[in-house]
């Protein structure tokens, strides 16, 4: 039980130090879109790798766009198929299966 939430806080720590990442990278994108759109120079943050964030630009979508938290990655497809049901019957359950 230790080592599982010991694992889950590694996983957590890593999920949001990417999302932090991401949100960089987002930030960048958005502040070249806006730029772009509004017939300004580019921001003087995002000059030397102006090119790189254009490309990202052009290949991102409405989805990629903006920016999610690494807590919604669970019903990420919800949308689209229905969730799968596991159920468990046990006339003596032990220990784990009732905690779980």
């Known amino acids: ?9 590694k996983e957590y720590l890593y999920h949001k130090s990417q999302e932090l990442v991401h949100k960089k990278d987002q930030d960048k994108r958005l502040m070249l879109k806006k ?3 509004n017939d300004r120079k580019v921001p003087n943050e995002i000059r ?3 090119d790189k964030v254009q490309k990202d630009l052009e290949l991102a979508d409405d989805k990629t766009l903006h920016a999610r938290s690494h807590i919604d990655d669970e019903y990420e497809e919800s949308n689209y198929r229905d ?5 468990t019957t046990s006339r003596n359950p032990s220990q784990r ?3 779980f």
């Open 1 to 9: 039980m230790i080592r599982k939430n010991i694992r889950l806080r």
């Open 97 to 99: 299966l009732v905690s």
């Open 35 to 37: 730029a772009v759109d």
């Open 48 to 50: 030397k790798e102006a």
């Open 83 to 87: 969730p799968k049901i596991f159920i």
